[in-house]
Every structure is written in structure tokens, then in C-alpha cells.
């Protein structure tokens, strides 16, 4: 039978990672699309050692000729478009540029499938971002949006643009709306890698004190080798339709980091009030994790969380691994770089 052909953009980053793993175990031939900078960062592909079974292409957002010619080029059966300025918090600095990457970005891409070959199926990755403040019911396909930074405003329009040329040109568009989604592989800015890291590099003796921002957040965060899972089946399906994906809890960053703490093996005590807590280690007596204004942000989202009932009835999906797994997970990943050397953040 045919190889089907998939082009990844966002390759080098985490979901890129897992979803190329998972298409070559289901014997697709993978184009990675990275995009070109002075020092090329392909660490999660060597780690997942899939490196050399990926065609690494050279791909940009902001420029549509480029999109054109590797499309063009490639011919791919399917496209996930995966590539974005992705943290939240640079999308108060950068807002142009994440509008210009996440929202026209995505349309580029459906504009040059539009040209060249419309049977060319589609995926974009929303965010549960987008869902934004102040909803405590599970959030579902037909929520509403309220967005609340420039990174969501763009993923709302690369969500309803997704819609639009499903619904104008007939194209199999889809999206998925992700809630968080971590593992080994994640960011360091992200607020769970950011505890794990750099918990192992206090163990190491590299690192004195954790920093966060607001410790009351909640997000529902799953484990991305389940969430790529469902983004291949969304490809899958009958007919192109949006999904939620989602574990359907959440749980707030002072537990995430509590958890953290203890499973490296730190003995935990928090202190203090509510605005200025800290916790210290019970042994060293030293302050462990404490709060730092800088990493709140204008406006944040408080509470996410996600009900994914829809894709299990149509896919069949639903996530495998739980929060304290997947924390666990997380932990013990960095613990091992740690002690190979500096985890670089
Ligand atoms: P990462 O930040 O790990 O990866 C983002 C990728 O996009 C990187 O490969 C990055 O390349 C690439 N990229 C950034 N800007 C450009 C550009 N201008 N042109 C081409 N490529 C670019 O994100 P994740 O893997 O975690 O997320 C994948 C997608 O899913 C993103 O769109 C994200 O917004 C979305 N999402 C993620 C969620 C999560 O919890 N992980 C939740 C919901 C949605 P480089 O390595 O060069 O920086
Ligand atoms: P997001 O949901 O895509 O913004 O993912 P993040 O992991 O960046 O943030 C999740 C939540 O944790 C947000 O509400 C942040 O404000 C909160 N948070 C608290 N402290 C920190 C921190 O030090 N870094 C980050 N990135 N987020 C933090």
C-alpha cells in the first residue's frame, strides 16, 4: 500500500515530536517543517530518536511563497499545522508577531491548499486558550470564546478560519481544541516543565529557589503522547468536524508544584498568607518556591477545564494518563537530565 505523506509544521516543538513518532509507527512518510535559524533545535527528535526517519523541510509562517513551494513540493496527503508562537505570556510582548505567526499564519496554509490542491486534508491546533475567563461548568465544542491575550485572539481566528474554508471550499479542515498538554518534551517557559526543571536543578545544587506567578491557576493538563493520539484520529474521521480534548480534571499550579516537590524528594511545608506564601524545605530550611510579580501577566485565564465527550463517542479517544502520573512522569525525566548536566531553560 501507498505511504501517506504528512507534513508537521512546528516539528521541532513538543506535539511535533510525539505526532511524527506516532505516523511513522503507522508507517506514514513524515515531512518535518522547521523553521531556519542560526543554531536548529531538534533535541526532542533526537530524544525520541526519530531524527533520521524525518525529512526536515525549511518552513515559514510569515512567508507564503515559501509555503507555497514546500506544499508544492511535497504534495502531502495531510497537513498538521502545529507551528506557533505558543506561549501566552510572549503574546503580551509580542502580540503583532504572534498574530502574525498563529492567526494569518493558518491562513496561509488554507490559502495555498485552496491553490494548489484541495484534497489536501488540514489540522490546526486550537487552544482551550481561546475558552478564556471566569466559566467553572467542563468547557465543550459549543462553549463560548473570550480571549483573553493575543495568543488566543489568534487562535480564535485560526480556529473560525479553519471552519470558514471547510464550509466555503469543501476542504477536510479541522481543528482540535487542546486543552494544556505536557510531558518530558515541554518548553521550559511552560509552568509545569518550568517546576520540574527546575526543582532537579535545586536537587543539583545548580538552582536555589523556584519563582512562580500565580499559584491559584488551574488548567486540566493531560499528557501530550495521548493528545497527539487524538489529533491523528480527528485526521481519521469520516467527515471533518472540531474536537475538545481534555482529562476532564483540574488542578491548580501549587499543587502541580507540591506534588513535584515531594515525588523529587523534597519534604514540603508551605508558609505564609495567601499573597505571600512560600514553601520551604523542611530539612534545609531554605525557601524552596516562592512568588515573583513578574510572571503574573495583564490578564490571565484562572480555571480550565475540559469535557472531551464528543471525541470519545466519535473517535474513541480518551486520555490514558492522570495528573499525578503524568507529573511523576515529568519529574523523573528531569531528574535523570539532571544528573547528566544542566537542564537548559
Ligand atoms: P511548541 O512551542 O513546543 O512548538 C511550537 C513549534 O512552532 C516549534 O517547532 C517552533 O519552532 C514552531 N514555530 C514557531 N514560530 C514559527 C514560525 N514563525 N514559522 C514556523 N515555525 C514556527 O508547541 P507545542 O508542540 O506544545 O504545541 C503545538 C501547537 O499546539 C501550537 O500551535 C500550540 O499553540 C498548540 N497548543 C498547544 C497546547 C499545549 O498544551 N501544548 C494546548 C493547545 C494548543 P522553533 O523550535 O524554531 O521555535
Ligand atoms: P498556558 O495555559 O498556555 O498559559 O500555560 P502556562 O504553563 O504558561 O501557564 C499556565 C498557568 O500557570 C497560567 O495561568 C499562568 O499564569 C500560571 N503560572 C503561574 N506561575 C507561572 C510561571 O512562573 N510561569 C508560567 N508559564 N505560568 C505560570
Redesign the pocket.
Given at each position: 500500500m501507498k505511504k501517506k505523506i504528512a507534513l508537521i509544521t512546528g516539528i521541532t516543538g513538543q506535539d511535533g515530536a510525539y505526532l511524527a513518532n506516532l505516523l511513522l509507527n503507522n508507517n506514514y512518510k513524515i515531512f518535518g517543517a522547521y523553521r531556519r535559524s542560526s543554531s536548529l533545535n531538534l533535541w526532542r527528535l533526537e530524544e525520541l530518536g526519530i531524527l533520521d526517519s524525518i525529512e526536515l523541510v525549511s518552513f515559514e509562517l510569515l512567508e507564503k511563497s515559501n509555503i507555497e513551494r514546500v506544499i508544492k513540493l511535497i504534495n502531502p496527503d495531510e497537513i498538521y499545522n502545529l507551528a506557533a508562537q505558543?506561549?501566552?505570556?510572549t503574546s503580551f510582548e509580542n502580540p503583532i508577531y504572534t498574530t502574525q505567526a498563529n492567526a494569518l499564519g493558518a491562513l496561509r496554509i488554507l490559502e495555498s491548499i485552496r491553490m494548489i490542491n484541495k484534497n489536501i486534508k488540514f489540522y490546526q491546533a486550537s487552544?482551550?486558550?481561546m475558552f478564556g475567563e471566569g466559566i467553572p461548568q467542563k468547557l465543550n465544542e459549543k462553549s463560548m470564546f473570550h480571549p483573553r491575550?493575543a495568543?488566543a485572539v489568534s487562535k480564535v481566528f485560526g480556529h473560525q478560519i479553519t471552519i470558514n474554508y471547510r464550509e466555503a471550499y469543501g476542504i477536510f479542515a479541522c481543528s482540535g481544541i487542546l486543552f494544556?498538554h505536557?510531558s518530558p518534551l515541554r518548553g521550559t517557559?511552560?509552568?509545569?516543565?518550568?517546576i520540574t526543571s527546575t526543582l532537579a536543578e535545586i536537587q543539583a545544587g545548580r538552582k536555589k529557589t523556584l519563582?512562580?506567578?500565580?499559584?491559584y491557576?488551574?488548567?486540566d493538563w493531560g499528557y501530550a503522547v495521548d493528545f497527539v493520539e487524538g489529533i491523528w484520529r480527528m485526521m481519521q474521521n469520516d467527515k471533518p468536524k472540531d474536537y475538545v480534548l481534555a482529562t476532564g480534571e483540574a488542578h491548580s499550579?501549587k499543587e502541580f508544584a507540591t506534588i513535584a516537590a515531594r515525588t523529587m524528594g523534597f519534604d514540603l511545608i508551605w508558609k505564609g498568607k495567601k499573597t505571600n506564601e512560600y514553601a520551604i524545605d523542611k530539612n534545609t530550611k531554605k525557601v524552596l518556591i516562592k512568588k515573583?510579580s513578574k510572571?503574573?501577566?495583564p490578564s490571565?485565564?484562572?480555571f480550565?477545564r475540559g469535557d472531551a465527550k464528543e471525541a470519545k463517542k466519535d473517535l474513541g479517544w480518551k486520555p490514558k494518563v492522570k495528573f499525578k502520573e503524568l507529573v511523576k512522569i515529568m519529574v523523573e525525566s528531569d531528574k535523570k537530565k539532571s544528573l547528566k548536566g544542566k537542564i537548559l531553560q
Open positions: 505558543s506561549y501566552v505570556g487552544s482551550s486558550e491575550s495568543y494544556n505536557e517557559e511552560f509552568v509545569t516543565r518550568k519563582e512562580l506567578g500565580d499559584y491557576a488551574k488548567r499550579v515573583n510572571f503574573y501577566r490571565d485565564v484562572s480550565l
